[in-house]
Every structure is written in C-alpha cells, then in structure tokens.
C-alpha cells in the first residue's frame, strides 16, 4: 500500500493516533495533515489545516485522501466537497481492511446496545477454545494497531464504522436496533441504514442476530437471506450458556442474551463448547457498563454507557425487586422516554433524580405516570448526589443509567461514570 498525495487526517483521537503510527511506518516522508473541529490537533508529526480553511485547501488539492475518524460524520458539508473534487474519504478500519483483511477470518459485531460485551465475550470465548483470536474497535485495539497479528479478528463497531465499511465480514453479528445517535447521521431512518450497512450487502458471510433484533421487518429485509443465518443453540447448548451466565458476572436479562450472541458466533467461528463456558466464566464487567461497587453497604451500580431509554430498561430489569433510587437524563437527541416512565415503579425505583436535559423530560412523564416517586430534578450531577445521599434509607441501590448521551455536561460517557462512582464514594463510603 502506497499513498501518492499528501494524506488529511480528520480528527485527533485515538483512531488518529494509530493512523499516523501506520502512515509513518508505511511510508516515513508522507506529508500528513490533521484538522479538528473541536479541541487540540496534537498528533506527531502533522501540520495543521483549520477547519474554516479546508474548502480552500481542498480546492488547492493540498491532499489526496482523507482518514476521517469515527466521531466525525461523514454527512458534514465540508465531506461533499471532498467528493466533487474526487478526494477519497476512508477510515482507519477500511485501511486495516485493506492491508490486513486478507487470509483472516473477521467477525464484525454491531448494534444500538450490547456490542461491547458481546464482542468481548465472543473474542474470551474464542481463546478459550485455544484459538489465535484478537479484539479490536470501539473495546481493545484500533484497527490498524492490531495489524496482522491474528488468524481470527473480532471487531466491535459502531454506526460511525459500520458506515462506510469497504470490505466484508466473514461472520457479522447484530445485537439489536434502537433509535440513536441522530446527530451524527442526521436522521433515524439514516442511522438504520448506516448501521445495518454491515449485513445489507451482497457477499458471502454469515449472519448472527440477537433475540431483540430477531422479527424486526427491518433487519430482516437487510439480511436478504435468511440461508446467511449461523445456526442457533442446541437446547442443550442453549441450557449449559444460561446455567454458566448464572453462576457469573454477567447481570441481567440482555446480558444472558448478549452472551447466547456470543456463543451462536464463538461456534460458528471454530470454537468449541468447552471455550465458551470458559469465556462466560471468564468475563469481568466493562467499565461503566453495569459496573457495581459496594460503598457503606449500598451497591452503586454505573451504568453510564446507557445512552438510550431502551439500556435504562434493561439495567432496572437486571436489579429489579431492589429499592432503587435512579438517576437520568443527559444530552437531548429526541427520544422517547414515556415508556420508561411508565416502567419506573414496576422495576422498584423509589426516587429518580433527573439531570438536564432530557431529565426535565423524563420527570414529567414520571409525575405522570407515578406520582407516588419522588423525583429530585438537579441542575448536575454533583447536586444529584448530595439530594440522594439526603434520602439515604430511601433506597439499597443506586443506579446511574441516564438513557440519553453525556456531552451536555461531560466530555463522555466514561467521564460521566468517573465523576458518579468517585462523588458515591465520597457520600457513602464512610
């Protein structure tokens, strides 16, 4: 692989960091630029084009390609621009795909919610099994950084990979689909078409669906062919994945289904029963994904990766029966939280302390729907602590799932579960 004309590199995170390391070890004297729309550009070796600049640049012909990073949206103005003036747009993972795809098998595993511990359990499940197996995407290595260096890959990605992803899966797996990230793709009906993009194309691979995402006329018009299907569980498979997931880390309903995903895949991948028992035993809860601590005899649960109403369900459903103070609500995207609302006391939530600012949202579907919860409307997260630790016999848990994004107030959503976990411990621990 070798780049003819200077190369822009748009975005800073990490994905670009593992771009620029790839590009210097490609080819050492390739000019490389970056720009930013937000924060430092700071990447090695790069000079700076400022975002007002770029039409002139790219009148100028200054590059020839364009790494964009995941974050950034490929439905920008500034992108069809690029086009007009035949200035290829690609992405870390099409790179990885074109140096490093062939003569590996690659599983791509996607979907609104469950993708991460999905895919972190299909790779442990993998291993186990004793095969060469690597873990890359949005959970482990960017693309480029795991290179070559596995017979089997398994990917995690997002509707911002699943995009424009140039080259096909050998296994492509969907966990479920819900309304999300309409920033970014500017529309619902767009972002179902981007993230299904993974198994809406003619090709010969196998395709996983999980159960929420199995019936969805939606899904199954992308499949195409129900032949591309793996084959499910045997009982007796499907009764040895639900007794391990009980005797493991994994909590809750989704769970025990994300890990029946990952079993469906690890096998029709080569692995072997045995693996995925010793993978499920094996997991450890990502980070701020239903990740519990116990301060002062309360568990705290953080589940800030929750983004969409449909996740906030799914953590009460896995602590239901507890006396569960929650706390919501985040950057506004246009959901629908009644259902939610409507769901709260059933799942035992006693008090719900809401957050800007579809927190304001989501307390006045909860007024209506259980007056009987108490609801604390804080300006931030900081004030919802302090009201909650107030009420302290109110509750036994304290779960963090915010059904809604954290850019309003955080820079993510990791961010957002630091702050919770080190303000509970803080106010319980003692």
């Known amino acids: 692989m070798r780049f003819d004309a200077p190369v822009l590199l748009y975005g800073a995170g990490r994905e670009a960091l593992s771009t620029r390391a790839f590009l210097a070890e490609r080819q050492p004297g390739l000019e490389v630029f970056v720009t930013v729309d937000s924060g430092s550009a700071d990447i090695p070796d790069t000079a ?19 790494v964009k990073s995941p974050g950034v949206s490929r439905y920008k103005p500034v992108f069809a621009l690029m086009e007009a003036a035949g200035i290829a ?15 590996r098998k690659v599983i791509a595993i996607t979907g609104t919610k469950g993708k991460s511990t999905t895919a972190t359990l299909a790779h442990l499940m993998l291993t186990r099994s004793g095969l060469d197996a690597g873990l890359a995407g949005n959970v482990g290595l960017a693309p480029l950084d795991i290179a070559g260096r596995h ?6 990605l997002s509707s911002y990979q699943t995009a424009d992803m140039d080259f096909l899966p050998d296994i492509a797996a969907l966990t479920n689909l819900y309304p999300e990230h309409v920033d970014w793709h500017g529309s619902v009906e ?32 992308a499949l195409r062919d129900t032949r591309r299907l793996l084959p499910g569980l045997t009982e007796a498979q499907d009764e040895a994945v639900a007794a391990a997931v009980s005797g493991s880390r994994l909590r809750g309903a989704h769970n025990l289904g994300n890990a029946r995903l990952a079993a469906q895949i ?11 028992l010793a993978g499920i035993a094996a997991f450890r809860p990502l980070p701020h994904r239903l990740e519990e601590h116990v301060l002062g005899g309360m568990t705290v649960v953080d589940d800030s ?5 449909e996740a906030t369900k799914a953590a009460l459903a896995a602590y239901a029966g507890r006396r569960i103070a929650l706390i919501a609500g985040g950057h506004e995207r246009q959901q629908d939280y009644a259902e939610l ?25 909860a007024a209506a729907a259980s007056p009987e919860i108490e609801r604390i409307e804080a300006q931030d997260l900081d004030r919802a602590i302090a009201a909650l630790a107030a009420r302290r016999e109110r509750f036994d848990t304290l779960i963090l799932s915010p059904g809604a994004p954290s850019y309003n107030q955080f820079r993510n959503f990791e961010e957002r579960g630091d702050r919770f976990v080190a303000l509970c411990r803080a106010a319980f621990a003692a």
């Open 48 to 66: 700076p084009i400022a975002p007002q600049d770029l039409p002139a640049a790219i009148a100028a012909r200054r590059f020839g390609l364009v």
């Open 341 to 365: 609302a409507g769901l709260l006391a059933g799942y035992g939530v006693t008090l719900l302390a809401t957050l800007p600012v579809t927190g304001d949202r989501l307390a006045r579907a």
């Open 190 to 221: 767009r972002y179902y078409e981007d993230k299904l993009h993974l198994i809406d194309r003619d090709g010969d691979f196998a395709v996983a669906l999980g159960a929420s995402a199995q019936g969805n006329p939606r899904i199954a018009r």
């Open 151 to 156: 017979a089997i890959v398994v990917f995690e």
């Open 305 to 309: 990766i929750a983004t969409t109403p």
């Open 266 to 276: 690890a096998l029709g991948a080569g692995g072997s029963m045995k693996g995925v």
């Open 89 to 103: 747009v690609t992405s870390n993972l099409n790179l990885w795909g074109t140096a490093f795809r062939s003569g």
